[in-house]
């Protein structure tokens, strides 16, 4: 069989992205694995082809930052450098070479909206049976890491590592099925895309993550903006109208509709105010109730834990540990931290100094090219371009960047950026040919 330029573009984007990291091959973890046979094939079918690449700016930025943290790795004698450039820095090279047209760009991003559909029904069933069907791939034995009960719901986490992850996640199928939205003329590939739009809000809300939720609120309001100002006032309008009414229809007709919006209001209130946290703790499983957690206070710990590695970092495979003494009426004992939930520091605390400032640049400069070309366009394009998706995309990511770690969605978002590049490479084109 032949295996077509788009036959790899979908195995890329639609399989790779969402192997669990407790999948393993041979106790082998199974996206290394898979990363291994993606630049086989690939290579065996380019040969040379493939290593050819006209410059791009953004791409060496990028590029620089990936291979910052590899370093890293590497002076700190750590294998896992090897893998990450099999993961990560390969993967996001070949989608830059790879995404040549039009075409290409997308039927990237509907591929990767559709995969999306896929995995909210998924998701759907997770909330409903307590079941992830991805459990089936946990052939590490590693202990899925579902957190307490929030108002009786499970927090579902479908392919990911947690719940905040997966609803970053679906922050970005929401901006890109936005997109395809404003795109599409043909009236049942708009049915579609409402459909999978709706169930992505649905898996947001499962997750119950007041900080993802908060980001896809965000990034969605961003992209009405882009889409211009009265749009943006009346979409708003008309939406908090319509869910005015269905909520306050179900609130006077259910006395379990009613409870669980005041959670949820107060739940959300809890991030901004914790003298409410107190109101939801018996629903909340005690579970981070201030949002926040420590992660105010992690900021200082980590500082103090870099042991003088600031340039490096303390390596990838050091485990961060802080102890302090807490008095609880009157009884004194130790409490350890053993995670770092914010990537601005967990970067910091394994990979130092150089690869964080790498990382910050090159979101700066994305935000900034993609402000600076939001009103250049494709003609498929009406109110919402690109720049304009990845804009909203990024602001909201750097929110993220400084109060939440990165997980599984990582290489979404070097897809994510492979687009950008391929989208501004190919306007650039398309503007110097008049076509």
Known sequence: MRISRKNILWFIVVIYPLIPYYFTLFGINATNIVAILISCVIFAIYKERILIFKKDRLFMIYLLACLCQTLSMVINGSMEALYYVLKIVLPFYYLTVLIQTKEDFYYVIENVVNASGVLCIFGIIEEVTHFNIFSLLNTSGSTLNYNALRFGLLRIISFTGQAITYGIYIMFCLCLCMYLLQVNNESKKKHKLIIIYTMLWIN????????????????????????????????????SLILIMIIGSACIFSDVARTAVMNFILMLAAVFDPTYSSLISA????????????????YSWVIESMNGKWLFGNGYDVQFSYSQDVVTDGWTWTSTKTSIEV????LLFHYGVI?????????ILTLL?????????????????????????????????????IGSEEFLFYILIALFIAYNRLTKVINQEGL
């Open 204 to 239: 947001a809300i499962f997750t119950l993550s007041r900080s993802s939720i908060l980001c896809c609120l965000l990034s969605q309001v961003l992209l009405l903006f882009f889409c211009g100002a009265k749009k943006t006032l009346k979409t708003i309008s008309l939406v």
């Open 283 to 298: 629903s909340f499983g005690n579970d981070n109730l201030i949002a926040q957690g420590q992660r105010i206070d992690l």
């Open 343 to 346: 990537q601005s520091l967990f």
């Open 355 to 363: 690869t964080v400032a790498a990382h910050y640049i090159a979101y």
């Open 369 to 405: 090219n993609s402000w600076k070309n939001r009103k250049i366009r494709l003609n498929e394009e009406k109110a919402l371009g690109f720049n304009g998706v990845m804009c909203s995309i990024i602001v909201t990511y750097l929110f993220y960047f400084l109060a939440n770690s």
